[in-house]
């Protein structure tokens, strides 16, 4: 399994987070990265890969990077890109480019284009009270999981987007409910926009878990 970053100001990758935790889970919550990278290839974007296998002067400078911040736990791996400094991560994509798509499916860490930027969809309050059944719905509100009563607490109109879809039967989740709600708050979505621009055209960088 992949997680996803953006190495970036911690503000951005909150925002980044929750972009990737919408995007995955419309593919279904699946934990392949080959149809993840499918539907990542469709995007007009794309993370370039060499035709020939790159050299294994590459392969030592990718490998040199990434043995600096020692990946061996999950802990350490889910810290990376709060870790990682700016020239690394501009190398490690570098190098990653100068490599054929079969080693850079190998290696622990990669990158992939970003998601398009979601846009603005104002849930009713119908949908809201819905939402609100535990047994059916699990909700996430700027990012974080909350209990579903906390949506009595807010009208349609403190949200700018919001996005549903339903959990596979691999999902984690299934069968402790069966859909997953995702809500960004006004605020929340305008600083989530002006992140989105600022950092157009960048790229996410993932980390497989060990």
């Known amino acids: 399994m ?24 419309l593919l279904g919550q699946s934990n392949a990265f080959s149809q993840r990278a499918s ?15 790159a050299s294994p002067s590459v392969l030592q400078q990718f490998n ?6 020692n990946l061996s736990s ?6 990376f890109s709060s870790k990682i400094t700016e020239a ?9 480019t100068k490599m054929s798509k079969k080693q850079q499916a ?16 104002v849930p009713t309050n119908k949908q809201l009270e819905e939402w609100e059944n535990a047994k059916v719905y699990g909700v996430w509100i700027d990012g974080k999981k909350v209990e579903n009563n ?3 607490d807010y009208s349609y109109t403190d949200f700018s987007h919001y996005g549903l879809s339903k ?5 984690l989740n299934n069968g402790k409910y069966y859909y997953q709600v995702n809500l960004m708050t006004k605020e929340y979505y305008q600083e989530y926009v002006s992140e989105a621009k600022a950092n157009k055209g960048r790229n996410i960088m993932i980390v497989k878990e060990p």
């Open 2 to 25: 992949y997680q996803f970053s953006f190495s970036i100001s911690s503000f951005s990758r909150q925002k980044s987070s929750f972009a990737i935790l919408l995007f995955v889970s």
């Open 39 to 53: 539907l990542a290839s469709r995007q007009k974007q794309q993370v370039v890969a060499s035709s020939k296998d």
């Open 64 to 69: 040199s990077i990434i043995t600096k911040y």
């Open 74 to 79: 999950k802990k350490d791996r889910s810290n």
């Open 88 to 96: 690394d991560r501009v190398k490690l994509e570098s190098l990653y």
């Open 106 to 121: 190998s290696q622990v860490v990669g990158f992939m284009p970003k998601p398009q930027t979601l846009s603005e969809t």
């Open 150 to 152: 906390t949506l009595s």
């Open 167 to 171: 959990l596979s039967k691999n999902a």
